[in-house]
């Protein structure tokens, strides 16, 4: 047994570590390499986001941070407006929580999984063009060809009908 000097320098010492110091260096937490963990990694990457008629929306880059527990999205639009998505697996409530916030001061929260054609659906509240509750619903689908298109619909009669608010392609950018 340590001397209790000694115990308690080994305590303090634990205590101010960071958790993931106590990890392997470049290794993954066991609750991140799950399959459900990893069910959005296909956005990862260096994207161009184009509209459906072709033009140039902006950039984005996705990657896997914080040991793969996270994908941040890096977004520039081409009309100036910057932007940050934080994507995270909730384990517990089995459900994919994305926090995003931008340049315009909008901060938008969403939730959701994987439906079975692929795509990665997720809703959250928001607000109308009048100011009105509303619901916000977000699809990321994979495309046969490699691409990503996003999907963003706001619904201000309770999901019944939507709207489109933005339709973008993400085309791998080379390397």
């Known amino acids: 047994m340590l001397p209790p000097r000694r115990l308690f320098a080994v305590a303090a010492a634990l205590l101010v570590l960071p958790a993931g110091a106590l990890c392997a260096q470049g290794t993954q937490p066991a609750g991140c390499r799950t399959p459900s963990h990893r069910a959005f990694d296909f956005w ?13 929306a902006g950039t984005s880059r996705i990657t ?4 793969g527990c996270v994908i941040h999205e ?5 009309g100036g407006s910057v932007g940050e998505s934080f994507n995270i697996f909730d384990a517990t409530a089995k459900r994919w929580h ?6 315009q001061g909008m901060l938008a929260q969403f939730d959701g999984a994987r ?5 990665m659906v997720m809703e959250g509240p ?17 495309l046969t060809d490699g691409r990503v298109r996003q ?3 706001l ?5 019944t009908t939507w709207r489109t608010t933005f339709d973008g392609y993400y085309t791998r950018r080379a390397p």
């Open 44 to 56: 990862l990457g260096e994207w161009e986001v184009r509209t459906p008629q072709g033009a140039v």
């Open 151 to 153: 999907l963003w619909e």
């Open 98 to 103: 994305q926090t995003w916030v931008d340049n």
């Open 115 to 119: 439906a079975p054609d692929g795509a």
């Open 155 to 159: 619904s201000i009669d309770g999901g």
């Open 64 to 67: 896997s941070i914080l040991d």
């Open 74 to 78: 890096a977004w520039s639009g081409t």
């Open 126 to 142: 928001a607000r109308g063009p009048a100011g009105e509750p509303a619901r916000s619903r977000m699809s990321f689908t994979p």
